[in-house]
């Protein structure tokens, strides 16, 4: 199960085409998807995770995203996107959400589309990991008006920013949906202001 859903108004046509094809992220306010079977799951801030990488890929093993939080070679950061997306679409819906690789532990769901991947520390917390993914879900789910993979293909920027506004060095940083929207709100008026076409004499301060 997936928390997102649509995406915005000029791609509508192709995303009703994804619903209808089951292509949807679906996300459930106040619930954990990945917790959907079991008794209901507290709300609270995660604990302490640090994360060593991000990457979002379609079933096809197309990379929508990546971010690192470690400082490594882009020679490197290919050689490892294509081993750890081949090694996760490898393995069978029925098996567990978590797996060693390396000296690391790699946590993963799909919702939909859509495969979100975290690689964290050994001793690190699976079901933290899993909130952590499910949370940045529900704030793409929110800021998009239900979302879905074009939103992360044609609005990239908007996605980095918002998990920038998640999580920064690998940790959550705000785990308030409310607050990391606020932020991004107001972040886009900055932005729509600045592009607002204005005088010469606006320009130069003298209205």
Request: proline letters at 3%.
């Amino acid at each position: 199960m997936f928390v997102v859903s649509t995406f915005s108004s000029r791609w509508s046509g192709k995303c009703a085409e994804e619903r209808s094809n089951g292509t949807r992220l679906p996300v459930q306010a106040g619930t954990l998807a990945v917790f959907a079977n079991q008794p209901s799951v507290s709300t609270d801030p995660p604990h302490h995770i640090t994360m060593q990488f991000m990457l979002l890929f379609s079933r096809q093993g197309k990379l929508r995203l990546q971010k690192w939080y470690v400082p490594i070679s882009d020679l490197q950061k290919k050689k490892i996107s294509r081993e750890v997306i081949q090694m996760v679409l490898a393995r069978k819906p029925k098996m567990c959400s978590f797996l060693e690789w390396r000296d690391l532990k790699i946590v993963y769901k799909r919702y939909a589309s859509l495969y979100f991947c975290c690689a964290v520390e050994d001793q690190e917390n699976e079901l933290i990991t899993l909130e952590i993914i499910h949370r940045y879900v529900e704030l793409l789910d929110k800021y998009f008006g239900s979302v879905c993979e074009l939103d992360i293909i044609f609005n990239f920027e908007k996605a980095y920013y918002i998990l920038d506004e998640f999580i920064l060095g690998g940790e959550a940083q705000e785990t308030s949906k409310k607050i990391v929207l606020k932020a991004i709100e107001q972040a886009d008026m900055l932005q729509e202001e600045a592009e607002t076409p204005r005088s010469v004499l606006e320009e130069i301060g003298l209205t």
